[in-house]
């Protein structure tokens, strides 16, 4: 079963979407001094994002992700990991296209806030 977890993440790797490949550009710098892990598997899921120093899952929602049944996956998905004691952010991904700089400043201010820096 882990196997399966690792194979799924090496593959999403590898087709990351135009907003999650501009994203991690930014995130592999390390911004506000904060390691992040691109499609990281957690449980039975794959964050897009993780960074475990402030238990954060960075999720990019595509327009994809409000169609069909897609809304009650990602809640049934976001109350696993709040069950983890995991924070989620949710990031539209056309603000990441329009508007990088704020959705990564958003990123770190809220890791911050859940290790408890100012």
Do not use: S
Not at 8 to 14: N, S
Not at 49 to 78: K, M, S, T, W
Not at 88 to 111: C, H, K, Q, S, Y
């Amino acid at each position: 079963m882990l196997q399966g977890r690792m194979d799924r993440a090496r593959q999403l790797r590898r087709e990351m979407t135009l907003p999650e490949v501009k994203l991690w550009q930014v995130l592999r710098q390390r911004p506000g001094g904060f390691k992040f892990r691109r499609q990281h598997p957690c449980g039975p899921y794959v964050a897009d994002f993780y960074c475990h120093e402030a238990r954060l899952v960075i999720e990019v929602d595509g327009e994809a992700h409000n169609r069909g049944g897609a809304p009650q996956r990602d809640e049934q998905r976001d109350g696993w990991f709040a069950a983890k004691g995991l924070t989620i952010l949710r990031i539209p991904a056309v603000d990441i296209l329009n508007e990088l700089e704020a959705a990564v400043m958003g990123i770190v201010t809220t890791a911050k806030g859940q290790i408890g820096e100012d």
